[in-house]
């Protein structure tokens, strides 16, 4: 629970570090400031989150697993089974490829939504971009 805790609490941290160019320290600073009073908000974006890309992987992988066992029952040491393996193999380097950009897109909209929520950046943005 309490790794949970710190985990929600220390998850936009990276988003901080990046967009607000500060040192280590600061930025879970930033994170465990931001975070204060959104526990819930944002553990449960972070478990949707992980929920979709969990689903999406699985319902991908399970498939391809599949087929990874079918060639190597049918042609245990042949040349179509390492092929097959090869294939699986690079196929699931590509779909994590896919769904760790929405990871990290998931948890910069986090950070910007309580920046959003705390300091009025959407203000602030709007006063910059003179509209």
Not at 2 to 12: D, E, K, W, Y
Not at 76 to 91: H, R
């Amino acid at each position: 629970m309490a790794a949970a805790f710190i985990g929600v609490r220390l998850s936009v941290a990276g988003a901080a570090l990046i967009l607000e160019n500060v040192s280590v320290w600061e930025g879970i600073r930033r994170s465990w400031q931001l975070t204060r009073g959104s526990f819930w908000r944002v553990l449960g974006a972070l478990l949707l989150s992980a929920l979709l890309t969990g689903l999406v992987s699985s319902l991908i992988a399970f498939p391809l697993g599949l087929v990874a066992g079918a060639t190597s029952v049918l042609a245990p040491g042949a040349a179509i089974s390492a092929a097959a393996d090869v294939l699986v193999t690079f196929l699931s380097f590509l779909l994590s490829a896919v769904i760790m950009p929405f990871s990290a897109a998931v948890v910069a909209l986090i950070y910007i939504d309580l920046r959003m929520r705390r300091e009025g950046l959407d203000v602030e943005l709007r006063r910059s971009a003179d509209v």
